[in-house]
């Protein structure tokens, strides 16, 4: 590895298996670091292990010897575990999932071959298949189970993923819309990249296509998978085509690769896609902004603003608590107020032009009766998903003479995608 200090490092947490890359400032590119030297072994299995009764732990490819050799106990799939939520039971102990995935991790960057990779790494980007709650916050005890800090550690999906990876290729591999093809076994999916040249910053978005299963005889998958590319891309123009993923074969898809190619379609077929893209998302957040001019509009991006009417500073004003534009996983907002004689909270929440606005009343029952703003609230906004804001309130009180009673009250906020 080139790099030995401040290193930009792209990681894959597939369903099954992971991978590791690293930006190489010298070619401008993500290298993919290899689990055997000299091999094109990339993937690791997501498990790990422990000899009993010692902290001694392995992962990876390691893990099968240590298991049958030395009868270790083993998880044999950290990304499940951590989709799942919850802790995990190992060696007669409960553990905690992210504490597990932040082992498996640690030992993963022993890869780089550098003493200390906490501290040489500046920008550390995680990415998933697709992000959920338990896995977000599975993530972020991760990387706090490491040492990384917020702002040298990033998570985001694999459709985010393909829009660094793109965008970090040559201009005319996507100079017009951009195919995905991902297989896992017999199931392949479609997607694409579309950007949308009428807006400044250009909006780029991932759309979803249809998802089918492929027959096993070969003949016939070949016939399936050129039915799903004629469905999918019609008569559209692609710079490109990529095919991801475990499933695709040239011997089976006679048919298929000469209607990939059709029109001097780019087509590229490989495991590290993802992951690269990746390491390109962590360069983009710790240095060079090359993508300033493009704006990702994720299926992950929230397009609400919330916030709530209140007087600040003895006038009437709007106060944002959480702003349209980020991804739903770092969407939090908190603040206290003083109610003035009422026992309800009304939110205002608008679309990202602020153009469409709407009224949510919560109501706060069981309220202690007290005189106007001898109440304080502390009340926190947290997106679960794009569409889903849950709002937590807690009774704080107001010194002395009016304790807090302990009340909390929970609502949400459902909104459509627009």
């Given amino acids: 590895m080139n790099e030995v200090r401040n290193i930009i490092v792209g990681f894959e947490l597939g369903e099954k298996a992971s991978q590791l890359c690293y930006y190489d400032r010298r070619t401008g590119d993500a290298v993919s670091l290899s689990m055997k030297v000299g091999t094109g072994q990339y ?38 575990a951590c989709a799942a939520g919850g802790t995990v039971s190992l060696d007669a102990e409960e553990w905690d999932a992210g504490e597990l995935l932040g082992r498996f991790i640690g030992y993963a960057l022993r890869i780089l071959g550098v003493p200390d990779p906490v501290k040489s790494i500046s920008g550390l980007m995680i990415t998933v298949p697709a992000l959920t709650r338990p896995l977000v916050e599975n993530v972020r005890k991760a990387c706090a189970y490491l040492g990384f800090s917020r702002n040298r550690c990033f998570l985001q999906s694999y459709e985010e993923s393909f829009y660094y990876h793109t965008l970090y290729q040559r201009p005319e591999l996507w ?26 910053p250009v909006q780029v978005r991932v759309a979803r296509g249809r998802q089918v299963k492929l027959s096993s005889d070969p003949g016939r998958r070949d016939l399936d998978f050129c039915q799903l590319i004629q469905e999918s891309m019609g008569t559209q123009i692609f710079s490109s085509v990529y095919l991801v993923g475990e499933g695709f074969d040239q011997e089976w898809a006679v048919r298929s690769v000469p209607l990939l190619c059709r029109n001097q379609r780019h087509v590229f077929y490989g495991s590290n896609l993802f992951v690269k893209g990746a390491c390109f998302g962590a360069r983009e957040k710790v240095e060079d902004r090359n993508l300033k001019g493009y704006l990702y509009c994720g299926n992950d991006l929230v397009r609400k603003n919330v916030g709530m ?15 349209a534009g980020v991804n739903w996983y770092e969407a939090v907002g908190d603040c206290e107020i003083l109610l003035d004689g009422t026992k309800e909270l009304v939110f205002t929440v608008s679309d990202m032009e602020g153009k469409r606005k709407e009224k949510y009343s919560m ?41 807090a009673s302990g009340m909390e009250w929970e609502e949400t906020i459902l909104s459509d995608r627009s």
Wanted: proline share 7%; net charge negative.
């Fill in 309 to 323: 009417d209140m007087l600040i500073s003895g006038s009437p004003a709007y106060y944002s608590l959480i702003g």
């Fill in 43 to 80: 993937a690791f299995p997501n498990c790990v292990s422990k000899r009993p009764g010692e902290d001694e732990w392995h992962f990876g490819l390691e893990v099968e010897y240590f298991v049958e050799k030395q009868n270790e106990v083993y998880l044999d799939n950290i990304y499940r």
């Fill in 175 to 200: 100079s017009r819309q951009v195919a995905l093809f991902r297989f896992d076994g017999d199931l392949v999916s479609f997607s694409q990249l579309e950007m949308d040249h009428k807006t400044r």
């Fill in 363 to 403: 109501q706060l029952p069981g309220l202690p009766e007290r005189p106007p703003k001898a109440t304080r609230l502390h009340i926190h906004l947290e997106f679960e998903s794009d569409k889903r804001c849950r709002i937590h309130v807690t009774d704080l009180g107001l010194g002395e003479m009016y304790p």
